[in-house]
């Protein structure tokens, strides 16, 4: 009853994480109880997000943060319920969110051996009209775990242990690497369980879409502006690519890793560094789409061996399918 099995043996994100620890004899169950901290985290703000407009959860929160950006009203509010999730795991040392200016030390009491970097709501702009919106997070292992400092944490991406995100849209989707391929999960709401939906997930080598916000055309470098134009008027007789832009990053990317393509948030004349943030945007993304066979790359540099100096630092981004990347690499090289 190969067919039936799922329904009876639940492959739950916890019981596939364990499957994943087990590789790691040396491993203690930490990691799974920091992913459990992580998974209540994400429920908490699936719950609060179906109900925004009911529970008067839209709207601004009267607060900016240190990005200039004005806070919403979930932006705090899942920013909250996920620094206290992580600290009451007892499983972290150091935390780095989008909505924090400083990082937060955990007292040594319960201090742990992970660092997690965050973007406890991405997509802000889109909460208040129900476009989905996500959640990001990247984790990295502590070398000393009695004397942390920031440079545990501005390390480049490739260090990461494990990427993710959670996607709240039309189902609630957590996709997970820890270093050995990705694998997306399914909010079972009647479970309360994350079920694996999308084992082994691989981007596809080429796509057909390209995402990128087309409203700061003007400003673009010639790279990008001759890239985006090669989508819209292939010179091979192809037919033109699509384009799909949300402005929520997780669901770019998700609809990305799963359909094939690029992503594309570029630096330009006005931000030469882009917009999306390094640490909790970049890395993770860029982490899962070089484990599903994708790429990512900055315009200089492989996205992941970036080393960033301050926690919120921002990079230009262009992710997706491995053959898609080649082609804008090879013309920001010809740029050199
Ligand atoms: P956040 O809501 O966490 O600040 O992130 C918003 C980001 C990202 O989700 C998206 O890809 C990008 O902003 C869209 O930016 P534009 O509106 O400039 O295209
Ligand atoms: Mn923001
Ligand atoms: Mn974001
Ligand atoms: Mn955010």
Redesign the pocket.
């Known amino acids: 009853h190969e067919a039936d099995a799922h329904r009876t043996d639940l492959m739950t994100l916890t019981r596939h994480v364990l499957n994943e620890q087990s590789k790691h004899p040396e491993s203690k169950g930490d990691f799974t109880i920091l992913l459990s901290h992580i998974v209540l985290g994400c429920k908490f703000v699936c719950s609060a997000v179906n109900k925004a407009g009911l529970a008067k959860l839209i709207g601004l929160a009267g607060e900016t943060n240190v990005?200039g950006?004005d806070q919403k009203k979930l932006?705090v509010l899942s920013n909250e319920v996920f620094v206290n999730a992580l600290i009451s795991s007892g499983r972290t040392c150091i935390l780095v969110s989008?909505e924090d200016e400083k990082a937060t030390f955990v007292d040594p009491s319960l201090r742990g051996r992970y660092c997690v970097v965050f973007?406890p709501?991405?997509?802000?702009?889109?909460i208040d009209c129900g476009v989905s919106?996500?959640t990001?997070f990247g984790i990295y292992m502590i070398k000393d775990k009695d004397n942390v400092t920031l440079d545990d944490v501005l390390l480049p991406g490739k260090d990461m242990v494990a990427a993710g995100y959670c996607m709240y849209g039309s189902s609630c989707m957590i996709v997970l690497s820890t270093g050995s391929g990705v694998n997306g999960f399914t909010l079972d709401p009647s479970l309360g369980e994350f079920i694996l939906t999308h084992p082994d997930i691989k981007i596809p080598t080429k796509g057909k879409i390209y995402s990128v916000?087309e409203?700061?055309a003007k400003n673009w470098d010639g790279p990008t502006a001759e890239y985006v134009n090669k989508c819209k008027f292939p010179e091979d007789g192809s037919s033109p690519k699509s384009l799909r832009?949300?402005?929520?990053?997780?669901a770019?990317v998700h609809r990305t890793l799963l359909y094939g393509g690029i992503?594309l948030?570029p630096g330009d004349k006005k931000s030469p560094t882009g917009?999306?943030?390094v640490l909790y945007?970049v890395f993770p993304m860029s982490f899962l789409m070089e484990q599903a066979g994708g790429q990512a790359f900055t315009g200089k540099q492989r996205a992941l061996d970036l080393v960033p100096k301050k926690i919120h630092e921002r990079s230009p981004i262009f992710l997706g399918s491995y053959d898609d990347v080649e082609e804008i690499k090879a013309l920001y090289a010809s740029e050199e």
Not at 121 to 126: A, F, K, M, P, V
Not at 245 to 250: D, F, I, L, R, T
Request: negative net charge.
């Open positions: 990005q950006e932006d989008e973007d709501l991405d997509g802000s702009s889109n919106i996500g990001i916000n409203g700061n832009y949300v402005g929520s990053m997780v770019d992503f948030y917009k999306l943030r945007e």
